[in-house]
């Protein structure tokens, strides 16, 4: 039988059609592999054993009868528990939402389902996104493959744990602040979060709606790109979403690629450079203030919370506190004793900034510096085509060690603004940590619409270097 360890999309793709391997034993390859090593690493929520192989079956079927099948038919994946997905529990790793099985599936779901892919099992995740660790999952910590005493990241780290982990060849996950690309850095993995509106949130738990997009996390850019032509573009459901033009292209030999002047001697960017092409530098002056970038999201994205999180009031969705003897008591208890306490620390600095006599002083300052933010990309995308930075300051950090939530929150430093202003962004492995071995991520943003041009920047550099394939030599 073919060497089933690690494999892509489109290797995938050849031995399913090949018939040198069978969906079934593919995908049973991969739950085995969830069942021996997932005590250590706990990135699953749910495995969906049963609905897995029934989906496998359905694609060896086909390819028995001698039709054609797609490029990702047969493709087994996980998804962060944010995805709504019928007859599966959907918790967005909270207690409030505990046994919740959802009546529709988002609509990036289905298009998967659609084109045949395969879900093995809803993966952690910090509760309601709200972390950079998967420290604050209202289940259990997940912790990182490369080093199981450190974090994988957040908030979508059982995402990048289990691709890593080869626990399927990719994951959905989503991306507010950073929470694609910052695991994906831990965890030595391609994380991308596309255009705003690029790819449809309808069925996706909500956390901050005017931040919010959809990540994808897999090993190498080539994928990210097939996925990204599977579930792009316009959906009714969703009024933010946008018509999808994605093609990608080899990257321009002319292409300028800015880079800022105190993060050009980090290693990821000088073997970036190197791989790629000379770059032109530019100083912090010219750069988005990360300092302001992280006050300004840390205002905008608690205040969206507190708004969206409303709806968990113990009555319409999930678990309701059995204490609570009057209505007021059923809102209060119910919160109180099924929400963790950073999903309570940011409803509250949400619904303080969002108050009479403070509104002006947070929210509408935050919005206006998130124009001035936006302002500066633009005029930064007139002078090049993509901007390179640090996806990280450092690699990932061991479990509890961000105790102080201002210090935790700082682990976004990086990532943030192309999150305030809507632009395609992804992270890809890029070097190691010289103390520590671990891995440290490189991100590449561009233009509003042109995620293309990001991902074709990401696969000529792993064309060329060999970062990426590190991950094939964790052992546990």
């Known amino acids: 039988m073919a060497e089933l360890g690690y494999l892509s999309i489109k290797q995938t793709h050849e031995l399913l059609v090949s018939k ?17 090593y997932d ?27 001698g039709q054609v099948i797609g490029a990702i038919e047969g493709i087994p994946y996980t998804a962060k528990d944010m995805f709504l997905t019928t007859g599966i529990v959907t918790t967005a790793a909270s207690k409030i939402l505990k046994d919740y099985m959802p009546p529709y599936s988002a609509t990036v779901v289905e298009k998967l389902n659609k084109a045949g892919a395969i879900l093995l099992a809803k993966v952690n995740q910090d509760e309601y996104g709200h972390g950079g660790s998967t420290e604050n999952s209202g289940y259990h910590p997940t912790h990182n493959p490369w080093d199981l005493e450190r974090v994988p990241g957040g908030s979508s780290g ?8 080869d626990f399927g060849i990719f994951s959905l996950g989503t991306d507010t602040g ?21 790819i449809s949130r309808y069925g996706v738990v909500a956390m901050a709606s005017s931040l919010d997009t959809i990540g994808t996390l897999a090993r190498n850019a080539d994928d990210v790109a097939r996925l990204v032509e599977t579930i792009a573009g316009r959906d009714q459901q969703d009024s ?6 994605f093609k990608l292209e080899d990257l321009s030999s002319d292409v300028k690629i800015g880079v800022l002047d105190s993060y050009k001697d980090l290693e990821q960017v000088k073997n970036f450079v190197g791989a790629i092409k000379p770059t032109e530098e530019f100083t912090q002056a010219e750069f988005i203030n990360p300092e302001l970038a992280l006050a300004t999201y840390y205002v905008l994205t608690p205040s969206e919370i507190s708004s969206n999180l409303e709806r968990y009031d113990g009555i319409r969705y999930g678990q309701s506190s059995a204490k609570a003897d009057d209505l007021y008591e059923v809102y209060a208890k119910t919160r109180d004793e099924f929400f963790g306490p950073e999903v309570k620390r940011r409803n509250m600095i949400g619904t303080y900034a969002l108050s009479a006599g403070y509104y002006d002083a947070y929210y509408k300052k935050a919005m206006q510096a998130r124009t001035l933010i936006c302002q500066t990309f633009d005029r930064l995308f007139e002078q090049f085509d993509l901007i390179v930075t640090p996806t990280t300051l450092t690699a990932a950090f061991k479990l509890g060690d961000k105790s ?18 809507g632009i395609p962004a992804v992270s890809i492995p890029a070097g190691v940590d010289s103390e520590t071995g ?13 995620d293309a041009k990001v991902i074709s920047a990401a696969r000529a550099f792993q064309a060329k270097t060999d970062w990426h394939k590190r991950v094939e030599g964790i052992r546990l």
């Not at 102080?404 to 202003?421: H, R, W």
């Not at 671990?438 to 042109?450: D, K, N, Y």
Request: glycine content about 8%; aromatic content about 6%.
């Open 39 to 65: 005590d250590k690493v706990k990135a699953c929520l749910y495995v969906c054993e049963k609905e897995a192989i029934a989906q496998a079956k359905a694609v060896d079927e086909k390819i028995a009868s």
């Open 438 to 450: 671990l891995p440290l991520g490189l991100q590449v943003m561009g233009r509003q619409g042109e």
């Open 158 to 165: 059982g995402s990048a744990a289990a691709v890593a982990m």
């Open 178 to 198: 950073g929470s694609t690309r910052q695991p994906a850095a831990y965890c030595g993995v391609v994380g991308y979060k596309p255009t705003y509106g690029l």
């Open 20 to 36: 040198e391997v069978s969906a079934v034993v593919l995908t049973q390859y991969y739950l085995d592999r969830i069942k021996q």
């Open 404 to 421: 102080d939530p201002v210090e935790m929150y700082k682990e976004d430093i990086l990532t943030v603004s192309a999150n305030l202003a």
């Open 240 to 245: 933010t979403t946008i018509e999808s033009n």
